[in-house]
């Protein structure tokens, strides 16, 4: 996630360092909440990486008091940024398939297994004379 080597130690101020300078702010008020209170703190936020890569990571984490009286916020990191891309990728593909299913001459239809239409193309009224609103459901 960091790019760092497994195993390599990570401070409060090293994670703030690594966190995007745009989302620092937020990332520090974040921790210090998290070592204010003893409630979970969570927050989105990206980190920028010595390579330059950029990571989407979804942190969550709780203070914990250690048996010598020292506090640490003891949480997990999650990236992000595959699933996000993915996301991305599934709400671009279905708008360009709703912009080609609105604007084609054919007619397409949706239906359910019971053959009950549940979507019908704006050129159904052209194909077959009905208004898709009215077909649908049929």
Not at 64 to 81: C, Q
Request: hydrophobic content about 40%.
């Amino acid at each position: 996630l960091y790019g760092l080597p497994p195993g390599t130690p990570l401070s409060l101020v090293d994670a703030i360092g690594f966190s995007h300078p745009d989302d620092r702010a937020m990332v520090s008020r974040a921790f210090a909440k998290g070592m204010s209170q003893d409630e979970p703190v969570a927050v989105r936020f990206r980190v920028l990486r010595r390579d330059g890569a950029v990571r989407q990571v979804w942190g969550s984490g709780q203070r914990e008091r250690h048996a010598d009286g020292r506090w640490s916020l003891v949480g997990i990191n999650i990236d992000l940024t595959a699933t996000l891309a993915t996301e991305d990728e599934l709400i671009e593909s279905e708008r360009l398939h709703r912009f080609m299913a609105e604007n084609t001459r054919d007619l397409i239809l949706r239906c359910r297994l019971d053959s009950t239409i549940i979507y019908a193309s704006p050129s159904c009224e052209a194909v077959i004379g009905g208004d898709p609103r009215r077909v649908r459901g049929a």
